[in-house]
């Protein structure tokens, strides 16, 4: 089933959110989870990625160092948090899953990411 993303909301430059992606059962136990983001006029660009074979998490370069990524077996549900927001970091985040996370950072890969949520809006505005 596809995936919920909560969470968003208006946040100032400089301030931090947690997002999450509830899923179901042990969906997160056998696939990769990655958070995805789409701003009006771009294309959706990669943000983070949890492989679920090693559990390495894997960063976009616009967010390194200022997001981090984590999930939660028990609960079932990934997140997302994101501190030190820039007006840059606005978009709609959505969270999806594959099998690997290898390209998550390329369109063509982009598009095999499967069980996409309605996503989630993020404001960063003073």
């Known amino acids: 089933s596809d995936l919920v993303e909560s969470g968003g909301g208006l946040v100032q430059p400089g301030g931090s959110l947690r997002l999450s992606c509830a899923a179901t059962?042990?969906?997160?136990?056998?696939?990769?989870i990655a958070w995805f983001r789409q701003s009006p006029g771009k294309e959706r660009e990669g943000v983070s990625c949890?492989?679920?074979?090693?559990?390495?998490?894997y960063y976009g370069d616009s967010v390194k160092g200022r997001f981090t990524a984590s999930k939660d077996r028990s609960k079932s549900t990934a997140y997302l948090q994101m501190n030190s927001l820039k007006p840059e970091d606005a978009a709609t985040y959505y969270c999806?899953?594959?099998?690997?996370?290898?390209?998550?950072?390329?369109?063509?890969?982009?598009?095999?990411?499967?069980?996409w949520g309605q996503g989630t809006q993020v404001t960063v505005s003073s």
């Open positions: 999806a899953l594959h099998y690997y996370c290898d390209g998550f950072l390329t369109p063509d890969v982009i598009s095999q990411f499967e069980n």
């Open positions: 059962g042990d969906t997160l136990d056998y696939f990769s």
């Open positions: 949890i492989d679920a074979t090693d559990g390495k998490v």
